[in-house]
Structure formats: structure tokens, C-alpha cells
């Protein structure tokens, strides 16, 4: 499941470093590398008893399965011995072209030929990670980011530095200060990595002044800047912000994925890039993995060809946004007046921040406990922060669990906040949210 | 195609350097790739009129493709959303599990616990190499080699080191040699990579008693070594060899692939690694792409429990063994005397060595003008080599086709061979093959 796997993909202390015989053997990249005890606790996780607000899954009760069926095996009937080949390394030139109409769906514009179809959009994150990032290489994100991202650049040594958002996004003043900084210091970052529409995990989306603010910064500083579009369609009003893409395409290597707005289950995504940087891209990909599946690429491109998508589009949306919905109105009701929550308006996912006092990575055994998961905040950090964070995730959990889960949560919080004033005592500041970032919007 | 996009792969100097304006911020291991002219070549090497032995593909003809179709639909219809979700990193339980069964059709032991599902054999050499490479650190590979492990490792900048083959395989005494020399030097290697089965590209395979010696020298230089089987149960005999994770297992890292057994397409191979190992490699395929394909693993979980998915190999090693005959046999007619190479007992290839005056690499513009196309040798070398040497495919060209493509190919190489006798006269240097390679086995 997404988010159980990379949780804790960052580097940490092994507990069981004298064990491993091939430890001496080990890049540097991965000496510190290591699966947590968070893991295991995922996998109970997946027990039906407890409400998962863990994993970042879409909902595919709503997919029209049929028709994945039909087209699929007429792609196997009909063109099987290509749909089972190998393929080019950039993806096959009928779906870029069918991708190049999802991009203009979102207000995106591009080529086909601009376009290298990967393995997700984790691929896209890694090879790009690959291209650019040397060891000890500055790369900057909105704090917190989608950990898969922080997993892709750690494997790459780099030195990520966090920009705190608010209810409009990435905070410009933040960023600008931190740009600052790195010229006094004769530094600069490969990269910004942005995620603007609906962040994975904070919820919230870069205002159209931050949008522009960040192109005229990019330009500014030399810039280039990694634009993670997985959610730009599931905006709960259909409505498209302004791409980075149309600001500054010469500076912009845009993702997208059909994870979302069809399944993940056919491991597609895309990069758009400026050419020469896809060149390289198609490189390294073929060292990878040689090629996307065939078979997967043409059940996208028949899907995008003859299927109406965009109503599948649609029906996500307004599943995802029934959800939201269920799922804020139970905050609103249940949680102490301690915790704060992002207002998403669109994605999959809503940021809690709880007091001080508590530790979401600790409190997770007791979640689980009380038969609701979550991710820690931890995990979206890559400098140790997010302790007292976590990540919930509406778009999967059934409708009529919602309510259920977030009152076994927010229940566990209560508790956990007598437990701390009768410690501390009123007002303390372990018991005090953090209102200034990513607190209520 | 397989070999056509990683041919060149390895670092080379860009002849457009200066005209991308992005140079200064790629990471050091990119700086030097790129595409090379070959890559144009081989495009127009797939127009019908040209027999091309270049691409190192299986002929799915006669592959029961109703059959895939078939168990295709029932899957996303009946668990389609499982199939059409996110999975776990190390793959599905249920197919490594008949993974297994796979590996002890090929007399290779494993449990299910051992194997990590990768998207093909290439990520598997990818993350391999991510897992172990220090820039500059030294593998150890058979020269030639698979051009995608030579891509693989040259992306993590590592220090390929060559052991030439004869007949029977690498040669141990060569490798004892480098060992003992890396020894004097205070250096070892990370790793030794090999393909004991029905080589790629050289068509041999490794003999027993070297293998055994192989394994000899692992324990004595405390090596790891990488077993690469692709081809293993592609030997026209039906016979296993013994492999050398059977020998010495805790320091064979073994590869296998779906890929030559049922079709490239589903993108599926895999890694049995020691379990520490294992772990490392579950975290970094997380960080490159987070899970396989759980359609396509479905799909191969169905393919080796309800098909007799061991008749296909025997119909794909019947087909490759008459194939392999008809190549051999216009060879052994048509080929000038002073070209040597390979009698393949099973796998995709023949290695031909031709004379040191003829550059493969500058002779392939005029075999496409000539309608044969082929696979120039350097790019099985991480060091310069192969120039006078090529690759023949001969499991995907059509069976009616096999015979003119190697007479055009004959042609040619008489033709060349005519004008250095015109320019250096017989019995020059230049005209001699190198019989103490990879020449007549």
C-alpha cells in the first residue's frame, strides 16, 4: 500500500546493524537505510476491524471494471504479440499523444514528443532524483511532502530543505528567505519540489499569487522546479489552477499519473521536460527498467481513446469530495479543540497537527489499538520534524466507516490530552497546536 | 526493443555538449550519457525489408495468447480491485510463491520469503547496482556482457572490470588473475556479475567444473557474485546446469525473468537474494517506482497455476533450437573463413568476431543499406572492446528469413574483407579473427 511502505523510507538507525553480514559490502546510499517498526504495525493495519486512514489509495468501487476487462482483452486478441514485446524506453508515441489531451484537460499544455511515460509516478520522482542530485546537493520542498518523494531523494543523498505551507500553499516569504541564504552562502538548490494542487499530505493548494511569486522567483534564482500534478483533476470544483508549466515551461519538468484518475494498478505515470533533460531521462530509465509495460500503456491509451475518462474523472471527484466532507464534519464534532486540520479541496488527504505534547509516531501502536491507523508525521519530513503530525487519507476508507474512525481517533486524543494536563497542567505548552503552519487554514 | 535502446548507453562524449542549457545541473553519473547515432540506425533497422538479428526479443508467435486474454479478463473481473490497486513493495506473495516453483524447474532453490518481484530482469540489475555502487567501486562482469548491466552499473559510475569467455564460458584462470592483482592493489570488487546460461551476447555457457570453481574463488576472495539465469531453461537439451546459488548461496544474489519463458510485456522478473540483502533491495525498488503491477502479477500467478506454462517453454525452446540451427548452418555456408563465432546450445544469440581491420560500429550504416541489421560489440564492453565484434539474434527473426539476412550480412563482411586484402595484402594482421576468445568455440 502507498504510503505503509514508504513511511519510514529515510534513513535511520538500524537496530539490528551487527546482524547484517553484507553490511560492510553497502553503497553509502543505503548503509543507513532501513525498514521500521511502523511496517509491521501497517500490515495489522489491513485487519477489517480497524478503519485505515493509513494508505493513500484511490477507491476503485466506483471504476467501470467491465470495460477495463472488454478493451483489455481485445488489446491481448488483437495486437497481443506487441502488447506482450518489449517497447521503447520513452513510452509509446498513441499514448503520449492521448496523455498530451489529459494535460490539456488540466490547462496543461505539451508535445507528445516532451513526454516519457514511467512506472508511476514514484519512476518519474526517482529518475529525476538520478539526473540531477549528487551527494550532499540541496533540493528544496514544501515541508511535508509526499514521502515517496523524500524516499526517491534521500536514496540520492540529498540534502532537503523544508518550506513550511499554510492554507494557501508553500509559503513564498519562507522560500524567498531560505533562497537567500543558500546565494550568502554560495550555494544554490538542484531543484524546488512542488506539489501545488491538493499536496499530498498537507491538503491544501499554492494560491495563484504564490504561483506567480514562485515563477518570478525560479527565474530569479536560476531555478528549476519539479511540479507533481497528481491531483490537479480531483479538485472538488473541476476547476484548474495555473500550471508552473504555463508560467515557466523551460524551467518545469511536470508530473502526472493515471494513478488517480484511473488505477495504479497499471503503474503509469508521465514526466514532461524540456527536451535535453528528457533525453537524459529516457536514458536513464532504459537503465532502470528498459521499458513501460505494452500492455499496461495500451490499456491506457484504448481507456483515453474510446471510454469517456473524464466521467470517471468526475465520479472519483465527487466520491472523493462526499468523503472530504464526512470526514471534516467528524473532526469538527469529535476532535479536542487542541488539534488543528487542513479544509481540502480536493485529493485524498487531510493534515492533522495535535499538541506538542504528543507523539504520533509513538501514539500509532495505541491508534491501532483502538482499531484506527493513520500515518505519522514523521515520515514527510526529512529532517525530523512532523512528531506531533499525522496524515489521513479519505479517499479510500468506505463511506459509512468515516465517521467511526476519526471518533476512535479523536477518543485516543482526548485521553492522550488528560493524560498531558494532568502532567503538565492547563495552558502548558505541550499542550498548545501549532497554529502558524499548516494549523487551521 | 531491447537491445536497440541500450546499446550505447555507456558514458560517451555528447556531440551537442554545448548546445544544452541544462549541463551544469545534472549529477556527475549523467554528465557523460548519451544517446548515440546507432539509436537512429536502428529505428530505420525495423522497416520490413531489413532482416534485423539485432533485437534480443522472444518470438511470442507461439505464445497462447486466447489463453492470456482469457485469464486477463477473469482477473480484473473477478479481483479487479486488487489488480487494478497499489501493492506491496516485495510483490505478491501468491506469485513469489510460484516463483519458487519456477526456480526448481530450473534446479534453483529459494523460498518465497527470499524473492523480491522486480519489473523485469533489468530493475533488478538496477537496484543491484544502486545497492552496492560506490562511484568508481569495481564489478567484475564477462566481457561482453548484457548491455543493461553494463548500463545499470556505468548509471552508479562503477569501474567495470572484463573476463574474457572461450567456450566454456568465463574464464576462471583470467578472473583468478584480476583477483590477485585487485588483492595486490589492496582493491576487490563488489560484486561479480555473470549470465552462466546461454550467455548474452556470447551464446556460451559457463562449464560445470568452472562453475564449481567459481564458487571456489567467491569463498576465497569473499565475493559476492550475481547470477543472472534469463536464459536458463532456454537450453535446447531441456537440461539444467548446476547454479552457483546452489553452491554457495549466502553470496549469490540470483536474477530471474519472466521475460524469455512468457512475454517481456507483463514486465515481470525477479531477485532471490539472502534476506538482509533483500530487505535493502525491498526499500530502494520502494523508492524507484513503490510496487509492481498487481494485473501483471496477477496475471503470471494465473499463467503458472492454471496453464501449462511448461509446454510454452518446451514450444519456445523448440522453435529457438530450430531457429539457432538454420543461423548456424548459414553461417557455417556463407561467412568468409576468417570470421569466427559462437554455437549457442540455447538462449537468443550468436557472437560473431570478424576481422580486427572491420569496425562493426561503422559497418552497420552499410548492413542497413545492405537490409540485415545487427547489434555492433562495443557496447557489451564497458572498456573500449568489441569493435570487431557483433551480435546475432536469431530468436526473433522469422524462421524464412534467418538464411538471406546472414547471407546479406556474409556479403557484406566478403566485401569489406576485399578491400583490406586490396589495401593491406593477405595475411595481414587486420584480416586475422581472434581465435583465443570468444571465436570458434
Redesign the interface.
Known amino acids: 500500500?502507498?504510503p505503509y511502505?514508504?513511511a519510514t523510507?529515510r534513513p535511520q538507525v538500524h537496530m539490528r546493524l551487527e546482524?547484517?553480514?553484507?553490511?560492510s559490502?553497502?553503497?553509502?546510499?543505503?548503509t543507513g537505510?532501513?525498514?521500521s517498526e511502523i511496517r509491521a504495525l501497517f500490515s495489522v493495519a489491513e485487519r477489517p476491524e480497524i478503519v485505515s486512514f493509513a494508505?493513500g489509495?484511490?477507491d476503485?468501487?466506483v471504476?467501470d471494471?467491465?470495460a477495463?476487462?472488454?478493451l483489455?482483452?481485445h488489446i491481448?486478441?488483437d495486437q497481443?504479440?506487441?502488447?506482450?514485446?518489449?517497447?521503447?524506453?520513452q513510452g509509446r508515441a498513441a499514448l503520449r499523444e492521448a496523455l498530451v489531451g489529459v494535460m490539456a484537460h488540466a490547462g496543461v499544455p505539451a508535445t507528445a514528443d516532451e513526454l516519457l511515460v514511467?512506472?508511476?509516478g514514484?519512476?518519474a520522482l526517482?529518475l529525476i532524483a538520478?539526473?540531477?542530485?549528487?551527494p550532499g546537493?540541496i533540493v528544496i520542498a514544501e515541508g511535508p511532502t509526499y514521502v515517496?518523494a523524500v524516499?526517491?531523494m534521500?536514496?540520492?543523498q540529498a540534502d532537503i530543505r523544508h518550506v513550511a505551507m499554510d492554507g494557501d500553499g508553500m509559503r513564498m516569504d519562507l522560500l524567498e528567505e531560505l533562497l537567500a541564504q543558500l546565494a550568502r552562502e554560495g550555494r544554490s538548490a538542484?531543484y524546488v519540489y512542488t506539489i501545488p494542487n491538493h499536496q499530498n499530505p498537507g491538503g491544501v493548494s499554492l494560491s495563484e499569487a504564490r504561483r506567480r511569486r514562485l515563477a518570478e522567483l525560479a527565474v530569479e534564482h536560476d531555478l528549476?522546479v519539479i511540479e507533481d500534478d497528481a491531483y490537479g483533476l480531483l479538485g472538488f470544483d473541476g476547476e484548474n489552477a495555473t500550471s508552473l508549466r504555463t508560467l515557466i515551461p523551460?524551467r518545469v519538468i511536470y508530473l502526472g499519473t493515471m494513478?488517480k484518475t484511473f488505477?495504479?494498478?497499471?503503474?503509469t505515470g508521465w514526466i514532461a521536460a524540456?527536451t535535453?533533460?528528457r533525453?537524459?531521462l529516457?536514458?536513464?530509465r532504459?537503465?532502470?527498467?528498459?521499458?513501460?509495460?505494452?500492455?499496461?500503456q495500451l490499456m491506457i491509451e484504448r481507456w483515453l481513446t474510446t471510454q469517456p475518462w473524464q466521467d470517471q474523472v468526475k465520479r472519483y471527484r465527487a466520491l472523493y469530495q462526499h468523503k472530504a466532507e464526512l470526514m471534516l464534519e467528524a473532526l469538527a464534532s469529535e476532535m479536542p479543540v487542541e488539534v488543528d486540520w487542513t479544509r481540502p479541496r480536493g485529493g485524498f488527504f487531510v493534515w492533522l497537527t495535535v499538541p506538542r505534547g504528543i507523539d504520533t509516531s509513538g501514539l500509532l501502536a495505541k491508534a491501532i489499538g483502538r482499531r484506527v491507523a493513520y500515518v505519522p508525521g514523521r515520515g514527510f519530513y526529512d529532517d525530523g520534524s512532523g512528531g506531533d503530525q499525522l496524515r489521513l487519507c479519505f479517499s479510500f476508507p468506505p463511506v459509512d466507516r468515516i465517521r467511526e474512525g476519526v471518533s476512535r481517533l479523536a477518543e485516543l486524543l482526548h485521553d492522550e490530552l488528560g493524560l498531558l494536563r494532568a502532567v503538565y497542567g492547563d495552558g502548558a505548552p505541550e499542550l498548545a497546536g501549532r497554529r502558524d503552519e499548516l494549523g487551521r487554514a
Open positions: 500500500m502507498r511502505a514508504l523510507l546482524t547484517d553480514p553484507y553490511l559490502r553497502y553503497a553509502d546510499r543505503v537505510l532501513s525498514a494508505g489509495m484511490p476503485l468501487s471504476m471494471l467491465e477495463v476487462a472488454e483489455t482483452g491481448i486478441r497481443g504479440t506487441v502488447a506482450l514485446q518489449y517497447g521503447g524506453g514511467t512506472v508511476g514514484q519512476q526517482e538520478k539526473c540531477f542530485i549528487n546537493d515517496g524516499g526517491a534521500s536514496s540520492h538542484k528549476l523551460e494513478s488505477a495504479p494498478g497499471v503503474r524540456p535535453p533533460v533525453e537524459k529516457v536514458l536513464l532504459e537503465a532502470a527498467d528498459l521499458c513501460p509495460s505494452n500492455l499496461t
